[in-house]
């Protein structure tokens, strides 16, 4: 599934799924009950998801993206987890997407006034050192304005073109991004979100089962 303008989709097929080994999910004793109508069997303690519901989930997610695209809306990618950190960056600047893949800033929709006015202080501050207003100020001082400008980058460099709140969001990890899930339930965005065997699918719109561990 990809966006940049207009939409763009690859069918995955069951064959593509089952080499990537997307149904193996996690132990017997560490899974979510609430993921049962998605788990197919258990096999060597190892709880298997039916692919079948991936298949039907993940295309009732495309339809969803498809209409928001259409509208030319914007979906916020985020994976704040090591393993897709720069999987995440790679698909949404393919896609024309914003994303997070650090740390999620608390207030980011809840008090999204307040992050508005940070990215318009990031982006003076980046204009102003191309235009090399702050060679009137000393080293350390420019020293200085560099690690702010770093520091405000590391969790803002791919929200920096955001004017508004997203119409919608794809989370990587249910359980490692929770404060976002519910950030954005609060403020009514519609949730896109894989869904492996120890996460809650109910706290989400569009659950997509599948073992994104086997993803990255």
């Known amino acids: 599934m990809c966006y940049n303008g207009q939409y763009m989709t690859k069918e995955i097929t069951m064959m593509e799924m089952l080499k990537a080994g997307v149904h193996f999910g996690h132990r017997k004793s560490k899974w979510n009950p609430k993921m049962e109508p998605y788990v197919f069997a258990i096999r060597n303690n190892i709880r298997i998801i039916d692919l079948e519901q991936t298949e039907k989930k993940l295309k009732e997610a495309s339809e969803f993206v498809k209409?928001?695209?259409?509208?030319?809306?914007?979906?916020?990618?985020?994976?704040?987890?090591?393993?897709?950190?720069?999987?995440?960056?790679?698909?949404?600047?393919k896609c024309g997407m914003p994303y997070i893949n650090e740390r999620w800033l608390g207030g980011t929709f809840t008090n999204f006034k307040v992050?508005?006015?940070?990215?318009?202080?990031l982006l003076d501050m980046e204009t102003k050192r191309e235009q090399a207003e702050f060679k009137k100020y000393?080293?350390?001082?420019?020293?200085k304005i560099d690690k702010e400008i770093e520091k405000l980058n590391k969790t803002?460099?791919?929200?920096?073109?955001?004017?508004?709140?997203?119409?919608?969001?794809?989370?990587?990890?249910?359980?490692q991004d929770k404060i976002a899930i519910t950030e954005a339930r609060k403020k009514g965005i519609p949730i896109i979100a894989l869904a492996d065997t120890n996460t809650d699918p109910t706290l989400v719109d569009y659950p997509i089962p599948v073992s994104y561990t086997h993803l990255t």
Do not use: C, H, W, Y
């Not at 803002?156 to 359980?175: H, R, S, Y």
């Open 138 to 143: 000393t080293k350390k001082e420019q020293l």
């Open 115 to 121: 992050i508005l006015e940070r990215i318009e202080k």
């Open 156 to 175: 803002m460099a791919g929200i920096k073109k955001i004017k508004e709140l997203p119409q919608a969001v794809f989370i990587t990890d249910i359980n």
């Open 67 to 93: 209409k928001i695209v259409s509208q030319k809306g914007l979906i916020l990618f985020i994976g704040t987890k090591r393993q897709v950190k720069e999987v995440i960056k790679k698909a949404a600047e």
